[in-house]
């Protein structure tokens, strides 16, 4: 069993850190899960390179950290409904995720985070990019702050799944702003695709203001972007980050595992 100190690298000024050091297709112990764990709640997203996961690696790995939540809306990798198929064919133009979102803000317990592993790669592009809400919410006036702390959203699965599923959940209501379940920062907690509008408002009242975060917050400063490479491996905190799939390899084809884990309702 692995224990020993890893090795963290910044890759950007707000969010974003490379792990080296560890093998995660071998058993971690406690104190490396641990020293994981902050990482991930202190740089919202975390990379690993050269790691060698088959499904059932993958799955392990993501039980040290909460309990696993089937997707419902994906197709689960054959063998391992704990995995989901990220795919993008050679023929499709579409790419999902291809939108600033932050997945499964539209359950009333959003998901504590994701685990990304590559599997099949272009030849280039695909990458993708991830931005922090907890900056986002740090360089707000205190003016807008205050505003928002009283606010509320409602999300929906409805804009993107509704039309070709019957499991679609009803729309949930969420704090504008959440403090973040371990470390009490706050952030902003609304993405483009599944924040439908702000509580006691109209949708057309509330676009103005919603649009507004979501450019304010993906703006170059608080992003950083993965080049993914064969063995790469992110594990994101879905409370503090939003992230993008970058549809830049029409003509070739993208495989990625994704394991999300649970989370528990938020509050501001």
């Known amino acids: 069993m692995q224990s020993q100190n890893l090795t963290l690298k910044p890759i950007s000024g707000f969010i974003g850190a490379e792990i080296q050091g560890v093998d995660l297709s071998q058993a971690i112990s406690d104190e490396v899960v641990q020293q994981i764990k902050a990482a991930l709640f202190d740089y919202g997203v975390i990379f690993f390179r050269k790691q060698n996961l088959r499904p059932a690696d993958q799955i392990a790995l993501a039980e040290r950290f909460g309990e696993i939540e089937v997707n419902r809306f994906f197709t689960p990798v054959e ?131 919603l649009k507004y975060l979501y450019e304010f917050a993906t703006q170059p400063a608080f992003c950083c972007r993965l080049q993914w490479h064969p063995g790469s491996l992110a594990f994101w905190d879905n409370r503090i980050t939003q992230h993008l799939a970058i549809n830049d390899y029409d003509g070739h084809r993208r495989l990625m595992h994704r394991i999300t884990l649970k989370g528990r309702p938020l509050s501001a």
């Open 79 to 209: 063998g391992y409904a704990q995995i989901a198929e990220v795919r993008k064919e050679a023929h499709q133009k579409h790419a999902i995720g291809s939108q600033w979102h932050t997945d499964h803000s539209y359950d009333v317990a959003p998901a504590l985070g994701s685990i990304f592993y590559a599997v099949e790669l272009p030849p280039f592009g695909g990458d993708t990019a991830f931005a922090s809400m907890v900056a986002a919410y740090d360089h707000l006036s205190d003016g807008l702050k205050e505003t928002l702390d009283q606010l509320k959203a409602w999300h929906s699965a409805m804009t993107v799944f509704g039309k070709n599923h019957d499991n679609v959940p009803p729309a949930v209501l969420h704090p504008i702003v959440i403090r973040h379940p371990e470390t009490g920062c706050k952030a902003l907690f609304v993405n483009p695709v599944f924040t439908t509008r702000i509580d006691g408002w109209t949708e057309a009242e509330s676009q103005p203001l």
